[in-house]
């Protein structure tokens, strides 16, 4: 049998699949890795100086105009077939629980119910003061985003203190809510896959291996090898896009 058919016998089988993503789930969606050489964000820029509320504290303007941008090219992108896939498996298998490292959209405009976003998002910017929500319709109202364009925040109506973007930084705790639905959804899993991640970045990167410590299978969706491979009992080797569509057709045999 083919990994393929194997991965799609399992996910037949299962009752509870945890669905682990990261952002190559949203590359084909033209939304850049972090990691990937010269296309990785991380590669192009030095996220000591743009993801660290250091850096906020610093340069607020760089750092907001930075989030302006990269919230504007999401909202230019579509979610992928991989995407509509993963909305389509809720469908298909007893229990599901997204858990996305991503801090798009991308998941929710596929048709999945309630991603976990373990990483916040680009949509829900707060007071970096008091923590108050602020109306992301708001945030997006001056000036036009483009690469490289310093913006300065808004203020807090209440506090006056700026707005940040509503992502976890460098240094900062997860949101506790969603790191414990994660967590125990990663235990009480009977198959887990992990889709486009490099797999090293924590605590993000425990669920995988949580899965595979309470006995769940683990199948991995990536075209490159990650820091997962050895917690995984399938590797499928190829892009989101293409794999995951393929996995459900062969699954339930739909065109
Ligand atoms: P990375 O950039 O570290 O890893 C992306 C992974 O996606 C790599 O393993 C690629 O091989 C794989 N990949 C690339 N194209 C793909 C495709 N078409 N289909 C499937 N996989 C593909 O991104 P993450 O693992 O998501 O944190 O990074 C984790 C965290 O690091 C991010 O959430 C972000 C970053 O700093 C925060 O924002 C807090």
């Known amino acids: 049998m083919d990994e393929t058919m194997r991965a799609a016998a399992m996910l037949r089988e299962a009752r509870h699949v945890v669905v682990f993503t990261g952002a190559g789930m949203s590359a084909e969606s033209g939304v850049p890795t972090f990691r990937d050489d010269l296309t990785g964000l991380w590669s192009r820029y030095d996220a000591q100086r743009l993801a660290t509320p250091e850096a906020f504290r610093d340069d607020p303007d760089l750092v907001w105009g930075w989030y302006r941008w990269r919230a504007a090219r999401v ?100 949101p506790e809510d969603a790191l414990a639905a994660a967590y125990d959804a990663a235990t009480a899993c009977d198959l887990a896959l992990t889709i486009g991640t490099s797999g090293v970045v924590y605590p993000a990167a425990e669920i995988p291996r949580i899965a595979a410590r309470s006995g769940a299978p683990v199948i991995q969706i990536n075209p490159e090898r990650s820091a997962l491979d050895a917690s995984c009992d399938l590797n499928l080797r190829g892009g989101a896009a293409t794999l995951l569509p393929a996995l459900l057709r062969t699954a339930w045999h739909t065109p």
């Open 75 to 174: 909202r230019a992108a579509r979610p992928n077939p991989g995407h509509v896939a993963v909305a389509a498996l809720e469908t298909r298998v007893p229990t599901l629980t997204l858990i996305t490292q991503n801090v798009d959209d991308l998941h929710e405009r596929a048709g999945s119910s309630c991603p976990i976003h373990l990483h916040g998002s680009l949509f829900a910017p707060r007071c970096a003061g008091c923590a108050r929500p602020f109306p992301a319709e708001l945030a997006t109202a001056d000036v036009e985003p483009a690469e490289g364009r310093r913006i300065a925040p808004p203020r807090c109506a209440i506090c006056a203190d700026a707005i940040r973007p509503g992502v976890v930084w460098f240094g900062e705790l997860l």
